[in-house]
């Protein structure tokens, strides 16, 4: 079992930055990816990023890259998201999610996935 704890959310104006994490205990050992998603009421889940921890690759989807950055302290067991020039339309609660499977992750399907944190962006 794997747990992950978000933080990091809140309210901030437009083109501020913000920095979620996200802590991952328990049997961390057998995950090999991890990824960020959004979601907004109503809507699907977004898939925001995905970090592969054995080669530290990472991927984006188009409305986020180049202003969103994700990474991994290993050593801490937390992986980070940084959110620059954030917009309204960024506004959503952001999950945090792990699997032994990248393709579980990158699917949405992740057998792990924590709470949320909300993020708020006010024009």
């Known amino acids: 079992q794997v747990q992950l704890v978000e933080s990091g959310g809140g309210s901030v104006q437009a083109g501020w930055s913000l920095r979620l994490s996200c802590a991952a205990s328990?049997?961390?050992?057998?995950?090999?990816?991890m990824g960020w998603f959004r979601q907004v009421a109503g809507k699907e889940r977004e898939e925001i990023a995905t970090f592969y921890t054995a080669s530290g690759s990472t991927r984006y989807a188009d409305s986020v890259k180049a202003r969103f950055t994700i990474s991994q302290d290993n050593a801490k067991n937390t992986l980070y998201l940084q959110m620059n020039s954030l917009k309204p339309e960024d506004t959503a609660m952001y999950y945090c999610a792990a699997d032994f499977s990248c393709s579980a992750v990158v699917y949405g399907t992740a057998t792990y996935w924590g709470q949320g944190t909300q993020v708020t962006v006010s024009s």
């Open positions: 328990g049997s961390t050992y057998s995950v090999n990816c």
